[in-house]
Structures are given as structure tokens and as C-alpha cells.
């Protein structure tokens, strides 16, 4: 069990690029979210993946957000023509339902995105 | 709906002191409550958690909180701080039909004075 990890862990880009940030979750885990941390915040729900199912994206932010889980192991979360209000933390959290406990969400180290 | 209150943004303590960090939810269905930490740059650490059963539940590095229905608290505590504990803790919440989607507070962050 090496954890969940995401990549980049930090990210300076331009207004108006397009960032894609990779999450890899712990190997057997089922489910996976995406979450964004503002600064002075706690982290708010984006979206989440039930293997390679995206099951609610009514949160994401607006419709330059996507998401993809494809073959249900690591995930991506791309943002196109990012704005400065887009800087954030980007966490990444997994977890395995249906193993007798509730769903306890184990979180990677975060992408810090930072939008000049 | 659910949501979560943390009630001040920063305490201090000196090291050996009781640490009380306070958190108020508010959920229409029964609730699962959890207490992470994160370190600067870093992820978020599952503390402890509160599903059913037992109402005071003990967690790592020493910390415990208590749920209280008729208050709606899971206050987290820990007897002795050490400089080690100085982070920014969340409270969050869910409940069991919500697929893991929680709440979180707005975060404490712990300064720990030697």
C-alpha cells in the first residue's frame, strides 16, 4: 500500500492554458474523488468516480472542468482555459466501498495550481 | 443537507496544555463525522471517525472526540499538545446514503507555543 499520490504535485501556468493533473488511488480502492482546497477553506467536493463510472459531476465548477477515470485506476482532472480564480489545491482522495466499513476516504498530497 | 461549523480559526496552546478543537454539524439524516489533519503542502490525514456505537472514539497520536446528538459536536480533544501537533484540522461530515461525499469546515489551525 503506497498511498494515493498525484502528479504534479505543484503547477504554474499561464490564464488561459490547459492543465491536466493525474491521480493514481490506492490499488484496490473502488471509488475516487476529486476535491478542491482554497486557501483559509476546507477542501469542497468536485466529483467522484465509482470505478470507471463518474457518478456526480454536478459539481464541478463550470464546464471547463472535466474528469476521467478510464479504466477505472488513476484518474484525471483537466482544466481548459484556466482563469486566476482557478488557483487551488487539487486533492485527490480514494477509497474501497463494500468492505464492511463506511466509506473512508484516504486523500494524496494535492497539486497546487497556481494561474498567472 | 448537511454542513459543518468549526468554531475559531486559530488556537494556541503551549506545549503539555489540553488541546480542544470544536466542531458543530448540522445534518437531517443520522451522521458520520471525521476529524483529519493536514500538514503544510500536504494531504489530508484521517484522525478518527465516528460512524455508530460508541460515542467517544479514540483516534491517532492520542486524540479522541466525542460525539454529542443533543449538542451536535464532535469537539476534538487531546490531554497533552506537543509541538508536533501543530496543523490545521478538519472537522468533516456525511452520512451513509451520500456515497462518501463530505462536508468540510473551514479548518483550525493549531499553533503549539514551547
Known amino acids: 500500500d503506497t498511498g494515493v499520490s498525484q502528479d504534479p504535485r505543484h503547477k504554474i501556468t499561464k490564464r488561459g492554458q490547459n492543465v491536466t493533473f493525474r491521480c493514481d488511488p490506492i490499488?484496490?480502492?473502488?471509488?475516487l474523488y476529486w476535491y478542491r482546497q482554497t486557501l483559509g477553506q476546507g477542501p469542497e467536493f468536485l466529483t467522484y468516480?465509482?470505478?470507471?463510472?463518474?457518478?456526480?459531476k454536478s459539481r464541478l465548477l463550470s464546464d471547463r472542468f472535466s474528469a476521467e477515470r478510464p479504466k477505472g485506476s488513476f484518474s484525471t482532472l483537466e482544466i481548459q482555459r484556466t482563469e486566476q480564480g482557478d488557483s487551488a489545491m487539487y486533492l485527490c482522495?480514494?477509497?474501497?466501498?463494500?468492505?464492511?466499513?463506511?466509506?473512508?476516504?484516504?486523500f494524496g498530497p494535492g497539486t497546487r495550481l497556481t494561474v498567472l | 443537507a448537511q454542513s459543518v461549523t468549526q468554531l475559531g480559526s486559530h488556537v494556541s496552546v503551549s506545549e503539555g496544555a489540553l488541546v480542544l478543537l470544536r466542531c458543530n454539524y448540522s445534518?437531517?439524516?443520522?451522521?458520520?463525522l471525521f476529524w483529519y489533519v493536514q500538514y503544510p503542502n500536504q494531504g489530508l490525514q484521517l484522525l478518527l471517525k465516528?460512524?455508530?456505537?460508541?460515542?467517544l472514539v479514540k483516534g491517532i497520536n492520542g486524540f479522541e472526540a466525542e460525539f454529542k446528538k443533543s449538542e451536535t459536536s464532535f469537539h476534538l480533544t487531546k490531554p497533552s499538545a506537543h509541538m508536533s501537533d501543530a496543523a490545521e484540522y478538519f472537522c468533516?461530515?456525511?452520512?451513509?446514503?451520500?456515497?462518501?461525499?463530505?462536508?468540510f469546515g473551514d479548518g483550525t489551525t493549531l499553533t503549539v507555543k514551547p
Open positions: 465516528y460512524t455508530t456505537g460508541a460515542t
Open positions: 482522495a480514494s477509497s474501497l466501498v463494500g468492505s464492511g466499513d463506511i466509506d473512508t476516504q484516504y
Open positions: 445534518s437531517s439524516v443520522p451522521p458520520y
Open positions: 468516480f465509482q470505478n470507471e463510472a463518474q457518478l456526480e
Open positions: 490499488s484496490e480502492h473502488n471509488r
Open positions: 468533516a461530515v456525511t452520512h451513509n446514503t451520500n456515497a462518501g461525499k463530505s462536508t
